[in-house]
């Protein structure tokens, strides 16, 4: 099977926007009330393509060097012109600055609600994802005890500079033929060339490619299911890091 990896165009956020459902089938049904609706699709797209549409405006206004920019991929079967994976990447040149709260996170995650959206699972979604990202790429204050048990992780004000891999899916008809490998490549290249760290949140099913692509888990988080009214969890196996061969990345 050939496939082609190219930019992610806003006219094709639906299609991508269903093959994430497909791909991420388990988690999709904790966050949203059953199989996706075509408005519910639209409302997702519509989404998707004013973020692509504001990262491409913040690259045109930027007067100075950039301190981040994002990029979305496409794998297109050269066959069938059907889009088969999607990779999301933020890269970060400078450390970030936060200037919201875990709590405003997760209330901006779920502003406006999207149909069907579970607004609990989604909330206690992003603070897993808030929390372990503050753990792993704190860029440590010198007054502050990192190991306190009792420290509220709102107080961590900068992450690491870094390429980050938002998301990365693969339809479960094509998994396991090098395509997942294929759309990660470009962001190890990246974080490579800038000397940075690649970061990510990866769930049990991408584990293996991660590994073997030189990441390391640096931390296992879980979302607990038992206060939404199920049993079980999501698991995010790990936060992971991968160093850039490049000198400078820290």
Do not use: C
């Amino acid at each position: 099977m050939k496939v082609t990896i190219s930019p992610a165009e806003p006219a094709e956020s639906r299609a991508i926007i269903e093959l994430n459902e497909h791909a991420f089938q388990s988690t999709y049904d904790v966050l949203f009330d059953g199989r996706l609706k075509p408005e519910t699709l639209d409302a997702l797209a519509e989404s998707r393509v004013k973020q692509l549409l504001k990262a491409s405006e913040e690259v045109k206004a930027q007067t100075g060097p950039l301190s981040k920019r994002f990029f979305a991929f496409k794998a297109v079967d050269d066959e069938t012109g059907e889009i088969v994976g999607e990779a999301r990447w933020m890269i970060y040149y400078e450390d970030e600055t936060l200037t919201k709260t875990i709590e405003e996170e997760q209330t901006e995650r779920v502003t406006p609600p999207t149909p069907q959206m579970n607004v609990e699972a989604n909330r206690a979604f992003q603070k897993v994802l808030s929390t372990v990202k503050r753990l792993v790429l704190e860029v440590p204050d010198a007054q502050q005890q990192k190991d306190s048990k009792e420290r509220d992780l709102n107080e961590v004000k900068k992450l690491r500079k870094r390429v980050y891999l938002h998301v990365l899916a693969v339809h479960p008809n094509h998994q396991k033929k090098g395509i997942g490998r294929k759309l990660l490549q470009w962001g190890l290249d990246e974080a490579d060339r800038l000397g940075l760290i690649a970061y990510l949140e990866a769930s049990n099913e991408g584990r293996p490619l991660y590994e073997q692509s030189g990441f390391e888990a640096v931390k296992k988080v879980s979302m607990d299911l038992t206060p939404l009214g199920s049993t079980g969890e999501i698991p995010l196996t790990a936060a992971k890091l991968r160093r850039g061969q490049a000198t400078g990345g820290g």
